[in-house]
C-alpha cells in the first residue's frame, strides 16, 4: 500500500495497537525525547493483558511523565520526592512492565497545517481487524486507531492538511482496504486536547 503523506502530516498520538510500534511519517520508528530516561527493553510486551499494580509513586511519576516527557529523572525525581536513583528504577520497571509504552509530545493540529480533522467509523467483515489494524497504521493521516463496540467496530482518528486531502484518505485508502464494509466520517469542528 503506498503511503498518503505531506510534509505537514504529524502523528498526534504515539501508542502500541495492536502490539505494533507506530512509525512518523517517514517510516522511521519514533525517537524518544533527548531525556535520559530508560530504553524500553527490546520485544518488551504491547499491552498487557492485566493492570499492573501501581501506588502513588508511580501514580505521581506517571503524572509528571504525562505533563512534560522530556525533563529529566531528576526533576521528576524532585517533582515526586523521591532519589534520583529510585525514580529511574520506577520508570524503568514501567517501562519493562508495558505501562509507559512510549514518550510524545502534543502538538496543535491546525498550528502544524492539518486544518481538517474527522473521527471516521468503520464496519468491518468478521476476522478482518489484525490485518486491518495494521494496514491503518500504514496510512499517516491516521492518528489514532480504536477497536470498540457498539454500532460500528472501529474508530480513526484523521488529521489531513485540507478537506481534499481528507477526502483522498478516506476514500481512496481507508475504505479500500479489504475487510472494510462501511464508513461513517465526523468531521470535528473544533477540538481541545486535554494533554496540553
Given amino acids: 500500500m503506498q503511503k498518503i503523506g505531506t510534509p505537514a502530516v ?30 524500553r527493553p527490546e520485544g518488551g510486551p504491547a499491552v498487557p493483558s492485566t493492570p499492573v499494580p501501581l501506588d502513588e509513586t508511580d501514580r505521581k511519576i506517571l503524572a509528571e511523565l504525562s505533563r512534560d516527557s522530556r525533563q529529566s529523572v531528576t526533576a521528576i525525581a524532585a517533582a515526586v520526592h523521591v532519589s534520583r536513583a529510585h525514580a529511574y528504577a520506577r520508570i524503568n520497571r514501567l517501562r519493562e512492565e508495558g505501562v509507559i509504552l512510549r514518550y510524545s509530545t502534543v502538538i496543535d493540529p491546525v498550528r502544524a497545517g492539518l486544518q481538517a480533522s474527522a473521527y471516521v467509523t468503520l464496519k468491518l467483515e468478521q476476522n478482518t481487524w489484525r490485518e486491518l489494524c495494521a494496514q491503518l497504521q500504514e496510512i499517516p493521516a491516521v492518528h489514532h486507531i480504536a477497536l470498540v463496540g457498539g454500532n460500528f467496530d472501529v474508530m480513526l482518528l484523521v488529521r489531513a492538511v485540507d478537506t481534499v486531502h481528507l477526502r483522498q ?28
Fill in 10 to 39: 504529524f502523528r498526534l498520538d504515539e501508542m502500541f495497537y495492536c502490539g505494533l510500534d507506530h512509525k512518523d511519517s517517514s517510516g522511521a520508528a519514533a525517537a524518544a525525547p533527548a531525556a535520559a530516561l530508560p530504553p
Fill in 169 to 196: 484518505v478516506i476514500f481512496e485508502h481507508v475504505q479500500q482496504l479489504p475487510g472494510v464494509v462501511d464508513t461513517q466520517t465526523f468531521l470535528i469542528f473544533e477540538d481541545i486536547d486535554t494533554r496540553a
